[in-house]
């Protein structure tokens, strides 16, 4: 499952420059033939403006939200795109320069006030971004551009104009919330987000938006918080990007990449500073790993324990003979990623792109199991009875449950990332197939297959092609986990038309059609097809 292909070209930069938006749907050239099931859109968002003005966005997370579309009817396929119009853009646009800190970019006061106004501005408190860049999902008849604080951005899927910015503060205790969200098959939304718990500490609640309502309000007023997970330490919670989901329970992975508060609100205060700068390693506590009933939501104070990692995405979890099973894409260690995806880094020649991967955090796909019943057994011993897996998890002496994971996919400096499976047949329950973006030393270059029953692996690649997150699409006459198929923006920056949609067989990542248009675009996060 790693990459068969180097990028001395260095193709790669491109996806990391700015474009313009669309007026109105560039209509694709279609090689081999759309399946009949296709009939929709495939939606995605990612940065599309990289500086403003004179003034460059530092990180890939700073970038100005750019919401793309592939439309499918009758095997015609068009394509268009919109920048959101967040406050943040907005601002830019009109003020010529970075107007609102982003993840990795401060933003400056504006050279034009005095300092009185400098003053009571200071006083008015850190305006947080609402800069949408990573995900869109569905609330209720409703569709959100989200990041990862507390604002979420309504948009229309069709013509991709920006409706309203939602303050998730206004309903629900929450600092922010994940762009990663749990979604029941009757439209129910779990998420997570750091919060302000009991007695000035900080905790993490699991936040429940109810589906369409009958009476046609909007569901978000109705959110409410359902669990409450405690921290591992009073004032610095962990980052948390995703987390897992059964039937019956919740898992969520503390790491060791803490958001230090007290920095956070000092440095804002003080001087220039972003996100980024507030973020730091533990290495002493290792992972915690917490566990809680779904409905109705209670916490389960048991001591999971493992070795420090760092993860982001959740592949899958479910519930076996009395454990929860959860799949996991980690990065080995405390040393938080993302120090590694600054834009400079990732637009650096390949030799330099290689140098950076080989100090950075190694990426593996790693299952763990979870005792429901942890105290039945004596100190020492394995407490994983399930015959398929060589995850365990053993009592220590001080009452912790030590988890050792069973390897999926380990490669060095080869990722199995942005991991996607059939969610609608098999999200919280068990399942054999995940599919996912290879990243080569933190360069997108192929589409990957993973069975996490037998390991065996497929790849999708092609030399100075460049794929994002795919998206599985169930064949409504399939009756297999893996009949449907893979949807995927390929940039191929050397082409005549350096962006398509790919479409590949799910069960083999073989081809079965592609839709071309001459225009570039820069690299995409995460998505949804609407059908």
């Known amino acids: 499952m790693s990459s068969r292909f180097e990028h001395p070209a260095g193709d790669y930069k491109k996806i990391f420059e700015t474009v313009e938006e669309l007026n109105e749907p560039l209509p694709a050239t279609v090689t081999g033939r759309i399946p009949s099931f296709i009939r929709g859109s495939l939606l995605r968002l990612g940065p599309g403006l990289f500086e403003v003005g004179a003034e460059p966005f530092y990180h890939l997370f700073d970038g100005q939200a750019l919401m793309h579309k592939f439309d499918f009817s009758n095997g015609q396929v068009t394509y268009f795109r919109k920048f959101v119009k967040t406050d943040a853009y907005v601002r830019a646009i009109t003020e010529k320069r970075v107007v609102i800190t982003e993840f990795g970019t401060c933003a400056y006061p504006d050279p034009c006030k005095n300092i009185f106004s400098r003053f009571f501005t200071y006083f008015k408190g850190v305006e947080v971004t609402d800069n949408c860049l990573v995900n869109v999902y569905p609330i209720g008849e409703d569709f959100y551009a989200v990041t990862e604080t507390n604002y979420i951005t309504k948009v229309n899927t069709d013509t991709l104009e920006t409706l309203k910015k939602v303050d998730m503060c206004d309903y629900v205790n929450i600092n922010g919330v994940t762009a990663h969200p749990q979604i029941e098959r009757d439209g129910t939304v779990y998420n997570i987000g750091n919060c302000m718990g009991k007695g000035a500490t900080l905790a993490y609640n699991i936040v429940k938006i109810p589906p369409t309502q009958k009476d046609k309000s909007d569901p978000i007023e109705k959110s409410k918080v ?62 915690w790993i917490h ?241």
């Open 226 to 287: 359902v669990v409450q997970f405690p921290s591992a330490e009073r004032f610095k919670p962990s980052y948390v990007h995703s987390f897992g989901m059964t039937e019956n329970y919740f898992v969520f992975v503390e790491t060791p990449v803490k958001i230090n508060l007290l920095k956070f609100l000092g440095a804002w205060a003080i001087r220039g500073s972003n996100y980024m700068d507030c973020f730091e390693a533990d290495e002493t506590k290792g992972t």
């Open 291 to 531: 566990i809680a009933k779904k409905d109705p939501g209670e916490y389960i104070d048991y001591k999971f324990r493992a070795a420090a990692m760092g993860l982001f995405h959740h592949i899958n979890a479910y519930e076996d003979s009395g454990f929860v099973v959860f799949d996991l894409c980690t990065w080995k260690g405390f040393e938080f990623v993302y120090n590694y995806l600054w834009l400079a880094n990732l637009r650096e020649n390949w030799d330099e792109v290689k140098k950076n991967a080989m100090i950075a955090p190694q990426p593996e796909v790693r299952r763990f199991v979870l005792p429901l019943d942890p105290y039945r057994e004596e100190q020492g011993k394995n407490l994983i009875s399930l015959p398929y897996t060589t995850a365990t998890a053993t009592m220590r002496e001080d009452g912790t449950i030590w988890l050792e994971p069973e390897v999926l996919f380990s490669g060095p400096r080869q990722a199995f990332e942005f991991p996607q499976i059939n969610y609608k047949m098999n999200n919280g329950k068990n399942y054999t197939y995940a599919y996912a973006l290879g990243l080569n030393h933190f360069i997108p270059d192929r589409i990957c297959k993973l069975n996490v029953r037998t390991k065996e692996t497929w790849v999708w690649q092609e030399p100075d092609s460049y794929p994002s997150e795919p998206l599985f699409v169930q064949n409504p006459e399939g009756v297999d986990e893996d009949d449907g198929v893979l949807l995927t923006i390929v940039v191929c920056p050397g082409a005549q038309r350096p962006t398509y949609c790919l479409i590949l067989n799910a069960k083999d990542l073989s081809e079965i059609a592609r839709a071309e248009v001459d225009i570039m675009t820069p690299v995409t996060f995460h998505g949804m097809y609407k059908p």
